[in-house]
């Protein structure tokens, strides 16, 4: 039986000390697998250049090791902090220009959209998106998995939720969510989501 409409989507939470990233296959309009998760460690180099250099080669790697036909990548939030705000916006826009030299296109979603998307909640915390994911993807747990990793994951599983068009269809999210106004709340409104 042939796979149709079979995507593969690497998902980037850009970051100067820890980058994410996961890459996720989709089948269809409601079946997801996980195919990688990790992080790219940059304490290590000293210089900020050093570090932009690991993350445009690393992501081309990726790039041409799983052939993703899109990019979902995580948003720079305004901080108060412009050098740092700069730092992580170099860091980003290194991670795209590296899946861009591929001719991969990309997806750009606001943090909280996509905790919102993951969860329900735009301001949930980054081990309620790595709880919410565990359920969703239907694995074990992320115990060995950096939250940049599964914010990266997330990133990518939001992308598949927004409906970007793979044979002319839109893709829905899977199931449906009772929203609530705390996270304790949404696990009682939704206890098959959360295990």
């Not at 998902?11 to 296959?25: E, K, Q, S």
């Not at 826009?93 to 606001?110: D, H, N, Q, T």
């Not at 990518?156 to 893709?171: L, R, S």
């Amino acid at each position: 039986m042939a796979i149709i409409n079979e995507r593969i989507i690497l998902g980037i939470d850009p970051g100067t000390n820890v980058l994410g990233y996961a890459i996720i296959r989709c089948e269809g309009k409601n079946k997801i697998d996980l195919i990688v998760l990790g992080v790219i460690e940059l304490k290590k180099y000293a210089d900020h250049y050093l570090k932009l250099k690991a993350i445009y080669e690393r992501i081309q790697q990726l790039v041409d090791e799983y052939h993703p036909d899109e990019v979902a990548i995580e948003a720079p939030f305004f901080g108060k902090n412009v050098q740092s705000m700069l730092k992580l916006g170099r860091a980003q826009g290194v991670a795209m220009a590296a899946a861009l030299s591929r001719s991969v296109p990309i997806f750009e979603y606001a943090p909280r959209k996509i905790k919102q998307s993951i969860t329900g909640q735009g301001a949930a915390s980054k081990e309620q998106v790595a709880t919410m994911l565990i359920s969703i993807l239907k694995v074990k747990d992320f115990s060995d998995a950096k939250l940049d990793a599964t914010d990266a994951l997330g990133a990518a599983v939001c992308h598949f939720y927004q409906g970007a068009a793979i044979g002319g269809e839109k893709i829905k999210k899977v199931g449906s969510t009772k929203k609530a106004s705390s996270w304790e709340a949404y696990v009682k409104n939704n206890p098959n989501k959360v295990k």
